[in-house]
């Protein structure tokens, strides 16, 4: 029988990292379990572009989206998830889950007794809280001034609040709603933004706030994905090649 293990965690502890070197060591493919990072017209904001410029591993998503096209349901997301990893485990022995969604990932863990694999799993926690802000800061300012020439952060949340339909949606992302509410604060449109014409003092500023929001909502990925995964079995872990 196959195995999938799931790196899981909050965003920012080095999942990427973790799920890249365990696939290189096994010649597993790596399957993303990130609604966001379905969206391709949101590739800086959710760190897909940082992932697939660096790595050479198959890393597959579960679909590709645009804001234009709505939020992706969760149980749609679970359901192609468990379908791509029932079709790669076919064909790999080992098979890496790297995720930090929380309602894909607690779908995946209650379908636990149903899966044709044996599913690990590995939580990554949120190191000292003074760390992980600035770590989080860090991620946020490189988002907003991105070194790859490719759009920052708040291009991309300038597009995508043109989406008007779709707002509701856009302001839900995590990271948008903090600078989302910067804008509302400074009476900005958020349509006008542009990260290469903005004084880097309010940048920082904006950055800070995204850390913020980013930080909540790690420590409530943390405090689940420890209730849900670090039950599950993890004894392939030694067969699977992790040696963290």
Not at 21 to 32: D, F, G, Q, S, Y
Request: aromatic share 6%; proline share 4%.
């Amino acid at each position: 029988m196959s195995y999938v293990h799931a790196i899981v965690g909050p965003t920012g502890v080095g999942k990427t990292a973790l799920a890249t070197r365990l696939a290189r060591e096994t010649n597993a493919p790596t399957v993303v379990a990130d609604r966001i990072q379905c969206f391709t017209d949101l590739s800086t904001t959710s760190a897909r572009s940082d992932c697939d410029s660096s790595e050479s591993i198959i890393r597959l998503y579960l679909a590709d989206r645009v804001v234009a096209d709505g939020d992706y349901p969760a149980e749609e997301a679970a359901q192609e998830l468990v379908r791509k990893l029932e079709r790669l485990t076919m064909e790999y022995p080992y098979v890496v889950v790297e995720g930090g969604s929380i309602s894909v990932l607690r779908r995946l863990a209650a379908r636990r007794g149903q899966l044709s694999f044996n599913l690990s799993a590995q939580v990554l926690h949120i190191p000292d809280d003074v760390e992980y802000r600035l770590r989080l800061f860090t991620r946020a300012r490189g988002m907003l001034s991105p070194n790859t020439g490719g759009p920052s952060m708040l291009d991309e949340l300038a597009m995508a609040w043109k989406n008007e339909s779709q707002r509701e949606f856009v302001a839900s992302i995590n990271g948008f709603e903090a600078a989302l509410e910067w804008c509302c604060h400074n009476r900005v449109d958020p349509a006008t933004l542009s990260g290469n014409d903005m004084d880097p003092v309010l940048l920082d500023e904006i950055a800070w706030m995204v850390a913020d929001a980013h930080a909540v909502h790690g420590r409530e990925q943390d405090e689940t994905f420890s209730a849900i995964f670090e039950s599950t079995p993890v004894s392939s872990l030694r067969e699977l090649g992790c040696r963290s």
